[in-house]
């Protein structure tokens, strides 16, 4: 292989590295059992209009199942409380439209990110390149640890700030403000949030942590 081509290729791979590792921390939590996680941690606040901890995991659980599945947004629509009233307003609605479209990007993205990266491990492994594939790995398990950190930092100085930061950068204006009695901020209040975050970067730096250390070549 030529050393230009295989140095270019190492360092795409130390790029993909800290999206990939991101991603799949965001992957981590959009399953059916964290929500019954989330809801169990200490302190985590009761909700004051009326939900129980079963009512908070049935509901959730739809919410969730929505932006993982091919259904329309009537499959939120359809929901109603015990005296028939939507379970969801229209602005929710309209917002766990905006949500779910994230979602699947964001999930394409790291398939096909993914997918480049074992494609290039296994064009390293049979074209003999594996150095600079095992240098590119741990460039990037270092760099997302940075890049973590500083994502960390800004989000424990300022939760709030961050929080209104993500939602500025990915949904127009004002879609994902609501009132303190709508579903969604019963469902998931801020605390709520800010242990998605914290499990999210968790995962992503401890497995940056591992690749940089453990995948650091040796000798040529």
């Known amino acids: 292989m030529n050393p230009r081509l295989t140095s270019a290729l190492s360092w795409v791979i130390t790029l993909l590295t800290p999206l990939v590792l991101l991603l799949l921390g965001v992957r981590l939590v959009l399953n059916p059992g964290y929500p ?5 941690m200490p302190a985590f606040p009761a909700d004051s209009y009326g939900f129980t901890l079963q009512d908070r ?3 959730s659980g ?7 599945n091919d259904a329309g947004i009537e499959y939120l629509a359809d929901l109603r409380f015990n005296d028939n009233s939507p379970l969801f307003n229209e602005r929710e609605l309209k917002h766990m439209v905006d949500v779910k479209n994230l979602v699947r990007a964001a999930m394409r993205t790291l398939y096909i990110t993914l997918a480049v990266l074992i494609g290039l491990g296994l064009w390293a492994y049979f074209k003999k390149w594996m ?8 460039r990037g398990g270092w760099l997302t640890v940075g890049l973590i950190l500083g994502i960390g930092l800004f989000a424990a100085a300022s939760f709030w700030q961050f929080f209104t930061f993500f939602h500025e950068l990915f949904f127009s204006g004002d879609s994902w403000l609501f009132l303190y009695s709508d579903t969604l901020i019963r469902l998931f209040p801020i605390r709520f949030w800010q242990d998605v975050f914290m499990w999210v970067l968790g995962f992503t ?3 940056g942590a591992a690749l940089g250390w453990f995948l650091r070549p040796r000798a040529k």
Do not use: K
Request: positive net charge; hydrophobic residues 55%; glycine residues 4%.
């Open 36 to 40: 019954t996680l989330a809801y169990q």
């Open 131 to 138: 150095f600079d594939f095992r240098s590119g790995l741990s």
């Open 57 to 59: 995991l049935r509901w």
């Open 62 to 68: 739809y919410a969730l199942n929505y932006l993982l």
């Open 205 to 207: 730096l401890l497995a």
